[in-house]
């Protein structure tokens, strides 16, 4: 029976890179054409597949539905969350998880310091949007011609003298960011606050939330904060592997690499 399934579900990566005919399938699998065609059969009727005019096969309308579904059902905060406590745990500092929505991001969890400095974000507050290194890599990873547009609307407040001064420069920094695969917010909203992100990726590779590390110079310098940007880049990727559901892979190897400027 397990034989069976696997070769069932070997077909929908096929017929993923387009249609295909019953010996195509049978030659993949390496089956006799019988034993692809009861396959092809069980699938089409569960409309996982679907049979053309051509006698070639496609995937059916109900997997596209099934995995919708599924996507609109998948809760990231609920994910991420135990990833976001086991990182506290290990590092004490602030630690959020935003999201993009309706021209604001967004701080969807949020998971204390357990230093006595605390942060005054708040789950549902918009962020700061053209300082915070969780804005920057969601806005990143947005087209150029979206990127550019919500560049041209936005204010650039001068929150502190390492603020985003304006759009050329909010602009080249997400292409930074675009780049590299992480940000930073380094003093740029407040200077006594500094801040490394990393973003988390859905299974087309899209960045469907942004998580990072917050502490107070006090606690912690920005240098000493952003050597701990691996553990944040392994988190966020743990987090992306389970929300895509992909199979986990070999923990990346992260060096800890701080930029030479932050131009936020």
Same mark, same amino acid.
């Given at each position: 029976?397990?034989?069976?399934?696997?070769?069932?579900?070997?077909?929908?990566?096929?017929?993923?890179?387009?249609?295909?005919?019953?010996?195509?399938?049978?030659?993949?699998?390496?089956?006799?054409?019988?034993?692809?065609?009861?396959?092809?059969?069980?699938?089409?009727?569960?409309?996982?597949?679907?049979?053309?005019?051509?006698?070639?096969?496609?995937?059916?309308?109900?997997?596209?539905? !099934?995995?919708?579904?599924?996507?609109?059902?998948?809760?990231?905060?609920?994910?991420?969350?135990?990833? !976001?406590?086991?990182?506290?745990?290990?590092?004490?500092?602030?630690?959020?998880?935003?999201?993009?929505?309706?021209?604001?991001?967004? /701080?969807?969890? #949020?998971?204390?310091?357990? /230093?006595?400095?605390?942060? /005054?974000?708040?789950?549902?507050?918009?962020?700061?949007?053209?300082?915070?290194?969780?804005? #920057?890599? !969601?806005?990143?990873?947005?087209?150029?011609?979206?990127?550019?547009?919500?560049?041209?609307? !936005?204010?650039?407040?001068?929150?502190?003298?390492?603020?985003?001064?304006?759009?050329?420069?909010?602009?080249?920094?997400?292409?930074?960011?675009?780049?590299?695969?992480?940000?930073?917010?380094?003093?740029?909203?407040?200077?006594?606050?500094?801040?490394?992100?990393?973003?988390?990726?859905?299974?087309?590779?899209?960045?469907?939330?942004?998580?990072?590390?917050?502490?107070?110079?006090?606690?912690?310098?920005?240098?000493?904060?952003?050597?701990?940007?691996?553990?944040?880049?392994?988190?966020?990727?743990?987090?992306?592997?389970?929300?895509?559901?992909?199979?986990?892979?070999?923990?990346?190897?992260?060096?800890?690499?701080?930029?030479?400027?932050?131009?936020?």
């Amino acid at each position: 029976m397990s034989q069976t399934v696997d070769r069932a579900l070997n077909i929908l990566p096929l017929l993923a890179q387009g249609p295909a005919d019953l010996g195509q399938v049978a030659d993949r699998l390496g089956v006799h054409k019988s034993t692809a065609l009861r396959l092809l059969r069980t699938l089409h009727e569960h409309g996982l597949v679907h049979r053309q005019q051509d006698q070639r096969y496609r995937l059916g309308a109900r997997l596209f539905a !099934l995995a919708q579904e599924a996507v609109e059902n998948l809760d990231i905060r609920e994910i991420a969350h135990p990833y !976001l406590t086991a990182l506290n745990e290990r590092i004490g500092h602030t630690i959020h998880l935003a999201v993009h929505e309706e021209g604001e991001v967004l /701080y969807i969890d #949020k998971v204390e310091s357990r /230093y006595p400095v605390r942060m /005054y974000s708040r789950i549902g507050k918009p962020v700061a949007i053209t300082v915070a290194a969780v804005a #920057k890599l !969601l806005l990143a990873d947005l087209p150029e011609q979206e990127r550019r547009a919500i560049a041209a609307k !936005l204010d650039y407040p001068p929150y502190t003298p390492r603020s985003t001064p304006n759009a050329a420069a909010f602009l080249k920094e997400l292409a930074t960011v675009r780049e590299q695969g992480w940000a930073t917010d380094l003093g740029g909203h407040e200077e006594s606050i500094n801040c490394v992100g990393a973003p988390v990726r859905g299974a087309d590779g899209r960045v469907v939330a942004a998580m990072s590390v917050s502490a107070p110079n006090v606690v912690v310098t920005a240098e000493e904060l952003l050597t701990l940007l691996p553990q944040v880049r392994r988190t966020a990727d743990a987090i992306s592997r389970e929300y895509s559901g992909t199979a986990p892979g070999a923990d990346r190897e992260y060096p800890g690499t701080a930029p030479t400027k932050d131009t936020a």
